[in-house]
């Protein structure tokens, strides 16, 4: 039987709002939520794809009105990127936990940024495995309890917690913009996604921005004990700002605070 070829239904771009499957409290929603008004604020959603990774990122995997891609564990970074190879007029967006971007992905991050990869990456930084239970990630804090380190991470044996923007501000080439925002700046955090995406809509380089994001169910925590450890014991270790800009400037207002021994 003779298969009639469908009509090409013209893509409609509205305002519309559903209910996010996140736990309460959730840093994840608010990540997204300022990536959204970043993409409406610069009016590129008809060139937009969205990429998720596994992990709670996932959920977002039908929250836009977006092509949307979900791949394994850091494998987000190279697959947009082959997007983006094949069709440079896209803007390829990879969102994904620290979990995925620096322990599995971490080959891929590092090979992405050494290319000055022209995509724009997202990581939420919640110190741990949020989907799998709370397992222990290379952001861990020291002492911190976890599913994998009961009595508190063992720097000594497990070694410091992940510095990704600055390990991506020192090997990128220059055109890279790298900051880390936090959840609890949402204004700030919707202007580094959005430079980081002008960055990549002019050419310039790749664009790496970590957002210190909230997880309450695995870090057993009630609203204030939430909002005290982003903003007073994640942002000793992770300082909040931009560490590159497209020029290849390094900025100096970043207190190196998380170097401390
Ligand atoms: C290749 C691969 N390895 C391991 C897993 C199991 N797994 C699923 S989600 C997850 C944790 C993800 O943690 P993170 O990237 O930090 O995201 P979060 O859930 O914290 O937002 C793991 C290990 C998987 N699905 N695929
Ligand atoms: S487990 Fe943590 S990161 Fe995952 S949806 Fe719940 S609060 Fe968010
Ligand atoms: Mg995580």
Not at 50 to 63: E, K, R, V
Not at 86 to 112: F, K, N, T
Not at 219 to 225: D, G, I, L, Q, S
Not at 230 to 237: P, T
Request: proline share 7%; hydrophobic share 35%; charged share 20%.
């Amino acid at each position: 039987m003779a298969i009639e070829a469908q009509p090409q239904m013209p893509r409609v771009w509205r305002a519309e709002t559903k209910p996010h499957k996140f736990c309460p409290g959730c840093g994840h929603g608010i990540i997204l939520k300022a990536l959204g008004e970043a993409i409406d604020a610069l009016n590129i959603q008809q060139r937009a794809v969205f990429g998720c990774d596994i992990g709670c990122s996932l959920l977002a995997w039908d929250f836009f009105n977006l092509d949307t891609i979900q791949t394994h564990h850091g494998r987000t970074t190279p697959v947009l990127v082959g997007l983006k190879r094949a069709r440079p007029e896209l803007l390829a967006i990879c969102y994904m936990g620290d979990g995925g971007a620096y322990a599995i992905g971490a080959q891929h991050l590092v090979s992405s940024v050494s290319r000055n990869d022209p995509v724009t990456i997202i990581v939420a930084n919640n110190t741990q495995y949020a989907m799998t239970g709370g397992q222990m990630a290379p952001t861990t804090l020291p002492g911190q309890k976890t599913e994998t380190s009961p009595y508190g991470r063992d720097v000594e044996l497990t070694g410091r917690p992940m510095l990704g923007p600055e390990l991506v501000a020192t090997i990128a080439p220059s055109g890279a913009y790298v900051a880390r925002g936090t959840v609890a700046n949402v204004v700030q955090l919707k202007n580094f996604i959005q430079k980081g995406l002008s960055n990549q809509l002019k050419g310039r380089g790749i664009s790496f921005i970590e957002v210190l994001s909230a997880c309450p169910t695995n870090w057993h925590t009630n609203a204030a004990e939430t909002w005290h450890f982003i903003e007073k014991e994640m942002s000793k270790f992770f300082p909040v700002g931009e560490l590159r800009t497209p020029d290849g400037e390094q900025r100096q207002e970043v207190e190196h605070r998380g170097r401390q021994p």
